[in-house]
């Protein structure tokens, strides 16, 4: 009996003791925190370098990298409820308009970028197209253009202003109807006193098959571009460069590397209660912030530190990104202010 009772006691110590392990256990064996980070895929191969160089000075860390459109990203903590302890997008403004201020209470504007049109010697009409008649290639048969989903990724509603611009700056109304209304029929502009709205309907009725292709990431369309599936894509500089792509310049006053030419603003899950957010389309800048609910925030700082002012700031501009002051919104960590 009293042999019972012993044996009794020790498994009830033993479950109690692994439960103590499991609720307080590090992230991953051997000691280490993960340090999760959501970001941009336009991001994946500096972060990918800049992962490799911290965790080598760093062992105690094991940096996990989630790469999706912009969009996707911060609605994953939004919307979804999950939790990571960085956020880097490819528009700051998305952190603004769905993270601030339930999930986030600040941010810091990091880097810039310009939209370019790529593509390879497979294309059609590779020997031909040049910054002062890209948007004609794009209208003529047969061509194919790959564009990134915009409710998903910046980039897409970036190139999608780019395309609406481009009409009104070239004077060629048939470059919208042909390369998006046709395949987009209910993506529709509305223009009042304050600019021209884009409204991207949270389904979007689009027609495969045809000139445009649609992918969630921009950067699902490189390797489409490299086989010959695609004719050309509208991808960031970086991007370009990374892959080894070509690529086509566009005038500074459509390709966002300065304040664009036109007020255009884009409106992504219209119609859809509690989802619709209106995005003013400026000069691209990059954006990051720590959430609210990070599991540890402490460490996010530090590699931040690292990012913004140590090594990780010259693999940023080794990928192509344009480096600009930084600009600091709202309660920044003083350890993140330089």
């Not at 409204?199 to 490299?226: H, N």
Request: hydrophobic residues 40%; glycine residues 10%.
């Amino acid at each position: 009996m009293q042999y019972g009772k012993v044996l009794a006691l020790l498994v009830v110590a033993v479950i109690i003791a692994a439960a103590a392990y499991l609720a307080f256990k590090p992230a991953v064996g051997g000691g280490r925190t993960t340090l999760k980070i959501f970001h941009a895929g336009s991001l994946s191969l500096a972060l990918a370098e800049a992962e490799k160089i911290y965790e080598a000075g760093h062992p105690g860390v094991d940096v996990v990298r989630e790469p999706s459109g912009s969009v996707a990203a911060v609605r994953k903590i939004s919307d979804l409820g999950k939790r990571a302890d960085i956020v880097m997008v490819a528009d700051y403004k998305v952190i603004d308009k769905y993270l601030v201020p339930r999930y986030a209470r600040w941010s810091i504007v990091f880097a810039s970028n310009e939209v370019v049109l790529v593509y390879s010697d497979k294309s059609r009409y590779a020997g031909e197209i040049n910054s002062g008649n890209w948007y004609r290639i794009l209208e003529r048969p047969g061509v194919k253009v790959g564009v990134a989903n915009p409710n998903v990724d910046p980039c897409g509603y970036r190139a999608f202003s780019v395309l609406y611009m481009a009409s009104k700056y070239y004077g060629d109304e048939a470059l919208w109807r042909e390369v998006v209304a046709s395949y987009i029929p209910n993506v529709r502009v509305e223009v009042n006193g304050s600019g021209s709205y884009i409204y991207f309907p949270a389904d979007l009725a689009y027609r495969s098959g045809g000139k445009l292709v649609l992918r969630d990431k921009s950067v699902d369309l490189v390797s489409m571009v490299e086989a010959g599936i695609i004719d050309y894509a509208f991808e960031y500089r970086n991007v370009a460069e990374e892959h080894g792509l070509k690529y086509v310049r566009l005038p500074a006053q459509l390709s966002l590397r300065q304040p664009p030419a036109y007020s255009v603003y884009v409106v992504l899950y219209a119609g859809a209660p509690g989802k619709e957010k209106a995005v003013k389309i400026g000069e691209i800048r990059y954006g990051l912030t720590i959430p609210s609910n990070a599991e540890h925030p402490g460490e996010a700082v530090e590699f931040l530190k690292w990012f913004l002012y140590g090594d990780g700031k010259e693999v940023l501009e080794k990928h192509g990104f344009v480096p600009i002051p930084y600009v600091y919104e709202g309660d920044v960590p003083p350890e993140l202010r330089g």
